[in-house]
């Protein structure tokens, strides 16, 4: 790597403001020849803004980008395309009816006279063009009979017959099985040797540590760390992402309100839960008054695991026990039914009637018990509301806001009151915090100790390991799928978390 | 063109099981003068189904065809009847009045962002409206009884002898073949090359596909969309032609309800009504297939009405499975898809 | 943003009633015949059949669906009413057989739409060549007349309290449908599934369970008509209900707010639509406009309400 070079890529003092909000902290990124750089961090850390600078989607609020040192335009994605800069997005950017030839050459095809293809032309530059990158796609195969890493090097394909020099690879392996993964990774190496830069943007820690050169990891909103991949370990990269939280380790274990008394009898049990290509041999039981959190990298399917146990996603293997009774839920009004509530990770689009009033959002789970002869009982359904409404202390405290008009701390409060009136005997919550202000993380965690201390069990999926160290009072650790530990959190500091989440897949926790 | 191959043999295959079937279940099913019946009789439906595949292949529909096709069918009858227009001057009129159909109905989708399908719909309604209001039937009564005798047009319905052209007369019976048939190959030859050989051809199946993706490479998706919705209507144009020259003469119901057999068609020949999937001999496959079940049980005497509930169902079955290979395609994604995360 | 939507969605509101009063001064300026009672009262009774399928109709395209079998629906209603009739069973035997024609028909759209997540368009285009088969099937293509059936002429031909009586019949299930999505749960759930489908599901809600009762509910509106359609003319016959009705009955929905891809939506304001329509309707006549002229008229206003509202939906 020519460290000294003048870089390929350089993003200048770049920042971006939306209102007094500051998604990204002035900073600057530089990219070589030749160079895969991984860029790290967590939901919110502000690399889809940097990324969305690189490419055009977004202007910067101060700062440049130049490539080869001539500065590109800012804010012009279709300039900065053919100029050389092209970004691989998670979801397909593909025509899945036309062949591998036809999607390389998509909008642009070689024509003749009256708009007619010049099939011979066209198919002379997507071989010379394969062979030059060493890419093996057959030009005439329809790309929608492609295997999913096949149609992602149509992809990169299509980018370099635009001439990319620099490559943004969003979650590249996000739908990739292990062994197209290192295909995928036998493409990047062969297109590194040919010196396009490689910006490679992944939670896979096993990936960035197979495939990449370099790495910047960042955290609200600001670089923090730019290093070697060679000189740096798994679980300094997470201590990285994870911040100065380990400094507030003890401050977390303070604050920590455990369950004095033994955890109930077994309310859930799951017996070697399995989904076909996603999570595998799931054994654990949650206890009545006991907080579990489930933890792990994105992407180690805990929020496929929930959606199994509330009815909402597939499950191929295994059993569920409910109260010592096999259960299978159809769908969730089943798992509503036997007492089970789900908060989503995305509450937008998955929880939340934006457009209704909160009193209606509070109680949607639980209609039937204000029906009186054929007819809701309005009043009664006020009276529910404004008790959890003020049981949640959501402000404003005025039942006919809707939901879209609070702030992101108090709609989560009125999602978890939906379940909460359910009186759920198990409750679920996928990154309940997330986009939430301080403030209202502290109520959560208030009320999810206090639904605890009444005897509900409470499973949480977190990323946020001071979430975690805050309110377990047993930790799961999940790795690629698989249930790598569970242990009481009095028995597990932040280090062996950290440790045990960044395990190599399939190695027992605590000896990476 | 995902189910090219296997699709339309599949497809040739149910036709020729149809054809047994109803050639044991009726006498003369399997005559050569039933083929002729086949052949002239549904040309201009497979015509107006090639038509229909593109607006479907652009994730539309266009319910107007048959409304399009009385429009033009009455076109014809007024221009040449009631103004004495020469037939080679008719022609090329209807063909562009179906055209221009078609395009209003891509202007309203396109310009006023309405789905197409109330577009089309409102569309049906106005087109057969106006059919009534131009009809030469009601403005000149004398005309009604009137045939239409005009040598360009009635030509469109001839038959060429070709066995007996190539001497084979003796050895098999074989039956005649309608100009409209041939039409309808024409027809389809060239709408086949438009889909495989042309840009316009690749844009249609990329902004049916995926019309951001097509959008990102720089396809203009609204005028591909405009030109799919013309494209349906000079194809409804086209089928009004050969079917005015069958009966030598218009109505204001030509062609009422016939969008249903036309959709049922295109889906049965593989295109998705998901976009961006299919072609266009699948279709014209698909719309013989029909033509033998309604001819074949119009010939074991079951009655129209009874046609018209399993055109419903078949158009059941057919989006049934459209939908069952959609999901089918996906699972395999999905199983590996990473749901929320 | 919020404010804004609510102002807009009060704008909508107000710019239907704004254009009602500009077309009742202009009619009343034009021909002072359109106010008198008798004429105000004409327009209710010619809207009716479309008022009480519009009820049914809200609620289905508030779901992000449609049914274009409505028309059949009612020819089928109608002749299923003469026939139980004709065989001696007796009005309300033949009247209750008929609506569950219609609710039967409208289960059956709505299991293959919500269960198998086939396509509401093309499911329903099905259904009204099946069902407009069927009835020619039963009824053939002739009219069937029905005399010496003084109760069952009443239901169209009837006054009461001075009003038609399927004026009365019209108000008293959109008071109910008003009621059923104002005050009951099944209007909480519509308005979910509407706001946010995916949600209401995770929510608990039994989405397919309600999608099938909607379609249900629209397909007995539809078979309600039947039956006072064939009492306002005496005949039943399996070609009534003609192509067309399901236009009138989605353009009033449109007009009254709800877009076609699915969100709120008020069976109150979708009759303000129904009676908009009305007056454009008989304005035109008693204007003496050209059939044509006005068919094109009522195009254009429509088309220019839904792309107006497709565009505030986006």
């Given at each position: 790597?020519?460290?000294?070079?003048?870089?390929?890529l350089?993003?200048?003092?770049?920042s971006?403001?939306?209102?007094?909000v500051?998604a990204?902290?002035?900073?600057?990124f530089?990219?070589?020849?030749?160079e895969?750089r991984?860029?790290i961090?967590?939901?919110g850390?502000g690399?889809?803004?940097?990324?969305?600078?690189?490419?055009g989607a977004?202007?910067?609020s101060?700062?440049?980008v130049r490539?080869e040192d001539v500065p590109?335009p800012?804010?012009?994605p279709?300039?900065?395309?053919?100029?050389?800069?092209?970004?691989?997005?998670?979801?397909?950017?593909?025509a899945?009816?036309?062949?591998?030839?036809?999607?390389?050459y998509?909008?642009?095809?070689?024509?003749?006279?009256?708009g007619l293809?010049?099939?011979?032309?066209?198919r002379?530059q997507?071989v010379?063009?394969?062979q030059?990158?060493?890419?093996?796609?057959?030009?005439?195969?329809?790309?929608g009979t492609?295997?999913?890493?096949k149609?992602?090097e149509?992809e990169?394909?299509?980018a370099?017959?635009?001439d990319?020099?620099?490559?943004?690879m969003?979650?590249?392996?996000?739908w990739?099985?292990?062994t197209?993964?290192r295909?995928?990774?036998?493409?990047?190496?062969l297109?590194?040797?040919?010196?396009v830069?490689?910006?490679?943007?992944?939670h896979m820690?096993?990936?960035?540590?197979?495939v990449?050169?370099?790495?910047?990891?960042?955290?609200?909103?600001q670089?923090?760390?730019e290093?070697?991949?060679?000189n740096?370990?798994?679980?300094?990269v997470?201590e990285?992402?994870?911040?100065?939280?380990?400094?507030?380790?003890?401050?977390?274990a303070?604050?920590?309100?455990?369950?004095a008394?033994a955890?109930?009898?077994?309310?859930l049990?799951?017996r070697s839960?399995?989904?076909?290509g996603?999570?595998?041999?799931?054994?654990?039981d949650?206890?009545?008054?006991?907080?579990?959190?489930l933890?792990g990298?994105?992407?180690?399917?805990?929020?496929?695991?929930?959606?199994?146990?509330?009815g909402?996603?597939?499950?191929?293997?295994?059993?569920?026990?409910?109260?010592?009774?096999?259960?299978?839920?159809r769908?969730?009004s089943?798992?509503?039914?036997?007492?089970i509530?789900?908060?989503?990770?995305?509450?937008?689009?998955d929880g939340?009637?934006?457009g209704?009033?909160i009193r209606?959002?509070?109680?949607?789970?639980?209609?039937?018990?204000?029906?009186?002869?054929?007819?809701?009982d309005?009043a009664?359904?006020?009276?529910?509301?404004?008790?959890?409404l003020?049981?949640?202390?959501?402000q404003?405290?005025?039942?006919?806001r809707l939901?879209?008009q609070?702030s992101g701390?108090?709609q989560?409060?009125?999602?978890?009151?939906?379940?909460?009136n359910?009186?759920?005997k198990v409750?679920?919550l996928?990154?309940?915090?997330v986009g939430?202000?301080?403030g209202a993380?502290a109520e959560?965690?208030g009320i999810?100790?206090r639904?605890?201390?009444?005897?509900?069990a409470?499973?949480?999926?977190?990323?946020d390991l001071?979430e975690?160290?805050?309110?377990?009072d047993?930790?799961?650790?999940m790795?690629?799928?698989r249930?790598?530990a569970l242990?009481p959190?009095?028995?597990?500091?932040?280090?062996?978390?950290?440790s045990a989440?960044?395990a190599?897949?399939?190695?027992?926790?605590?000896?990476? | 063109?995902?189910?090219?191959a296997?699709?339309?043999?599949?497809l040739?295959?149910?036709?020729?099981?149809?054809?047994?079937?109803?050639?044991?279940?009726?006498r003369?099913?399997?005559?050569a003068s039933?083929?002729?019946n086949?052949?002239s009789g549904?040309?201009f439906?497979?015509?107006l189904?090639?038509?229909q595949?593109?607006p479907?292949?652009?994730?539309?529909?266009?319910?107007s065809?048959?409304?399009?096709?009385?429009?033009?069918?009455?076109?014809?009858?007024?221009?040449?009847?009631?103004?004495?227009?020469p037939?080679?001057?008719?022609?090329p009129?209807?063909?562009?009045?179906g055209?221009?159909?078609g395009?209003l109905?891509g202007a309203?989708i396109v310009r006023?962002?309405?789905?197409?399908?109330?577009?089309?719909?409102?569309?049906l309604?106005?087109?057969?409206?106006?059919?009534?209001?131009?009809?030469?039937r009601q403005?000149?009564?004398g005309?009604?009884?009137?045939?239409i005798?005009d040598?360009w047009?009635?030509?469109?319905?001839?038959y060429?002898?070709?066995g007996g052209?190539l001497g084979?007369?003796h050895?098999?019976?074989l039956?005649?073949?309608?100009?409209?048939f041939i039409?309808?190959?024409v027809?389809?030859?060239?709408f086949?090359?438009?889909?495989?050989?042309t840009?316009?051809?690749?844009?249609?199946?990329?902004a049916g596909?995926?019309?951001e993706a097509?959008?990102?490479?720089g396809?203009?998706?609204?005028?591909?969309?405009?030109?799919?919705?013309?494209?349906s209507?000079?194809?409804a144009?086209l089928g009004?032609?050969?079917?005015v020259?069958?009966?030598?003469?218009s109505?204001?119901e030509?062609?009422?309800?016939i969008e249903?057999s036309?959709?049922?068609?295109?889906?049965?020949?593989?295109?998705?009504?998901?976009?961006g999937?299919?072609?266009v001999t699948?279709?014209v496959?698909?719309?013989?297939?029909?033509?033998v079940?309604?001819l074949?049980?119009?010939?074991?005497?079951?009655?129209?009405?009874v046609?018209?509930?399993?055109?419903?169902?078949?158009?059941?079955?057919?989006?049934g499975?459209?939908?069952w290979?959609t999901?089918?395609r996906?699972?395999?994604?999905?199983e590996?898809l990473t749901g929320?995360? | 943003?919020?404010r804004?939507?609510?102002?807009?969605?009060?704008?909508?509101?107000n710019?239907?009633?704004?254009?009602?009063?500009v077309?009742?001064?202009?009619?009343?300026?034009?021909e002072?015949?359109f106010?008198?009672?008798?004429?105000?009262?004409?327009?209710?009774?010619?809207?009716?059949l479309?008022a009480?399928m519009?009820?049914?109709m809200t609620f289905?395209i508030?779901?992000?669906?449609?049914?274009?079998?409505?028309?059949?629906?009612?020819?089928?209603s109608g002749?299923?009413?003469?026939?139980?009739?004709d065989a001696?069973?007796?009005?309300?035997?033949?009247m209750?057989?008929?609506?569950?024609?219609?609710l039967?028909?409208?289960?059956?759209?709505g299991?293959?739409i919500a269960?198998?997540n086939?396509?509401?368009?093309?499911?329903t285009l099905?259904?009204?060549?099946i069902?407009?088969?069927s009835?020619?099937?039963?009824?053939?293509?002739?009219?069937?007349?029905?005399?010496?059936?003084?109760?069952?002429?009443?239901?169209?031909?009837?006054q009461l309290?001075?009003?038609?009586?399927s004026?009365?019949?019209?108000a008293?299930?959109?008071?109910?449908?008003?009621?059923?999505?104002?005050?009951?749960?099944l209007?909480?759930l519509?308005?979910?599934?509407?706001?946010?489908?995916?949600a209401?599901?995770?929510?608990?809600?039994r989405?397919?369970?309600?999608?099938?009762?909607l379609y249900?509910?629209?397909?007995?509106?539809a078979?309600?008509?039947?039956l006072?359609?064939?009492?306002q003319v005496h005949t039943?016959a399996?070609?009534?209900?003609?192509?067309?009705?399901?236009?009138?009955?989605i353009?009033?929905?449109?007009?009254?707010?709800?877009?076609?891809?699915?969100g709120t939506?008020s069976?109150?304001?979708?009759m303000?639509?129904v009676?908009?329509?009305?007056?454009l309707n008989?304005?035109?006549s008693?204007?003496?406009m050209?059939i044509?002229l006005?068919l094109?008229?009522?195009?254009?206003?429509i088309?220019?309400?839904l792309a107006?509202?497709?565009r505030?939906?986006?």
């Open positions: 790597m020519a460290g000294n070079a003048l870089p390929l350089q993003a200048l003092g770049v971006k403001s939306f209102g007094a500051q990204l902290k002035p900073c600057d530089r990219l070589h020849t030749g895969v991984a860029l961090g967590s939901n850390a690399k889809s803004t940097l990324i969305k600078i690189l490419t977004l202007t910067p101060s700062g440049e490539l590109l800012p804010g012009r279709d300039q900065i395309i053919r100029r050389g800069v092209a970004c691989i997005y998670q979801h397909s950017n593909l899945p009816a036309l062949s591998v030839m036809d999607n390389i998509l909008g642009r095809q070689p024509t003749r006279r009256f293809l010049d099939r011979k032309r066209q002379r997507v010379a063009l394969l030059t990158y060493g890419i093996s796609l057959d030009p005439d195969a329809i790309v492609l295997p999913t890493v149609q992602k149509v990169i394909a299509k370099l017959a635009l990319a020099k620099v490559l943004l969003d979650e590249p392996t996000g990739l099985a292990a197209e993964v295909k995928l990774h036998d493409t990047i190496r297109l590194k040797a040919k010196g830069g490689i910006v490679y943007i992944s820690l096993d990936e960035i540590f197979a990449c050169d370099t790495m910047t990891i960042m955290r609200d909103g670089i923090i760390a290093t070697a991949v060679a740096t370990n798994r679980v300094e997470i990285k992402m994870v911040g100065e939280t380990l400094a507030r380790e003890s401050q977390a303070a604050n920590h309100d455990r369950r008394a955890a109930g009898e077994v309310r049990s799951v839960l399995g989904r076909r996603v999570f595998h041999d799931i054994t654990l949650l206890h009545a008054g006991e907080i579990l959190c933890t990298l994105i992407g180690s399917k805990r929020t496929e695991l929930v959606h199994a146990l509330f909402s996603g597939p499950r191929h293997s295994g059993t569920v026990l409910l109260d010592g009774k096999a259960v299978r839920f769908g969730p089943d798992a509503t039914a036997a007492g509530g789900l908060v989503p990770e995305d509450r937008h689009r939340l009637m934006l209704m009033p209606d959002n509070l109680v949607l789970s639980i209609l039937k018990r204000f029906v009186r002869l054929g007819r809701l309005r009664a359904i006020t009276r529910t509301a404004q008790a959890s003020s049981a949640l202390n959501v404003p405290p005025d039942l006919d939901v879209r609070l701390g108090n989560q409060k009125v999602l978890v009151g939906k379940w909460l359910l009186g759920p409750i679920i996928d990154e309940p915090t939430v202000d301080v993380k959560i965690y999810l100790r639904e605890r201390d009444r005897g509900a409470i499973l949480v999926v977190s990323s001071e975690v160290m805050t309110l377990a047993r930790i799961g650790i790795v690629a799928g249930l790598a242990r959190a009095t028995e597990m500091t932040m280090k062996d978390v950290v989440i960044g190599e897949p399939g190695m027992p926790a605590g000896m990476a | 063109m995902l189910r090219d296997g699709g339309t043999l599949a040739v295959g149910f036709f020729l099981v149809a054809v047994t079937f109803f050639s044991f279940v009726t003369n099913f399997g005559s039933n083929f002729e086949l052949m549904f040309s439906m497979a015509i189904t090639i038509g595949s593109f479907i292949l652009m994730r539309g529909i266009d319910l065809v048959g409304a399009i096709l009385a429009l033009v069918g009455m076109t014809v009858f007024d221009l040449s009847l009631m103004f004495g227009w037939g080679w001057a008719v022609l009129a209807a063909l562009l009045v055209t221009l159909a395009l109905n309203l006023l962002r309405l789905p197409p399908f109330i577009a089309t719909l409102a569309t309604a106005a087109y057969r409206g106006l059919v009534y209001t131009i009809s030469g403005l000149v009564p005309l009604s009884t009137t045939p005798r040598p047009i009635i030509g469109l319905e001839t060429y002898d070709i052209a084979l007369k050895l098999i019976k039956p005649w073949l309608p100009l409209s039409i309808l190959l027809t389809l030859l060239v086949r090359f438009l889909l495989s050989g840009r316009f051809g690749r844009d249609i199946y990329a596909g995926n019309a097509a959008r990102l490479a396809i203009n998706v609204d005028r591909v969309t405009m030109a799919a919705y013309a494209t209507g000079f194809c144009g009004a032609l050969l079917l020259a069958r009966l030598t003469t109505t204001e030509l062609g009422k309800g249903l036309t959709i049922a068609a295109a889906v049965i020949g593989g295109v998705s009504l998901s976009g999937i299919g072609n699948g279709p496959i698909g719309a013989f297939l029909l033509g079940i309604l074949g049980l119009t010939q074991a005497g079951i009655s129209q009405f046609q018209q509930i399993l055109t419903g169902l078949i158009l059941l079955i057919a989006i499975n459209d939908r290979q999901a089918r996906d699972r395999a994604r999905t590996t929320a995360s | 943003m919020t804004n939507d609510n102002l807009r969605a009060f704008a909508t509101r710019a239907l009633g704004l254009a009602m009063t077309f009742v001064i202009l009619f009343a300026a034009a002072p015949a106010l008198k009672p008798e004429n105000l009262i004409g327009i209710l009774r010619s809207q009716a479309v009480i519009a009820t049914g289905v508030m779901t992000g669906g449609v049914d274009l079998s409505v028309g059949p629906v009612l020819a089928l002749v299923v009413n003469f026939y139980v009739m001696g069973w007796g009005l309300p035997l033949s209750s057989a008929a609506i569950a024609t219609g039967l028909i409208g289960a059956a759209n299991t293959l269960a198998l086939l396509p509401p368009i093309i499911v099905a259904a009204l060549s069902v407009r088969g009835a020619l099937l039963l009824g053939g293509p002739d009219l069937h007349s029905i005399r010496g059936q003084p109760v069952f002429t009443f239901l169209g031909s009837g309290f001075g009003l038609p009586f004026v009365v019949i019209a008293v299930v959109a008071a109910l449908m008003i009621f059923v999505q104002k005050l009951t749960p209007g909480l519509v308005a979910a599934i509407g706001e946010n489908e995916r209401a599901w995770l929510s608990g809600l989405v397919r369970r309600v999608k099938v009762l249900g509910l629209c397909s007995a509106g078979a309600l008509a039947g006072i359609q064939t009492s039943a399996a070609t009534y209900g003609e192509f067309g009705t399901e236009l009138d009955v353009a009033a929905v449109v007009l009254g707010g709800t877009s076609l891809s699915g939506g069976v109150a304001r979708t303000l639509g009676l908009f329509l009305g007056i008989n304005g035109m008693i204007m003496n050209p044509n006005q094109i008229a009522k195009g254009i206003i088309a220019g309400a107006a509202a497709q505030s939906a986006d």
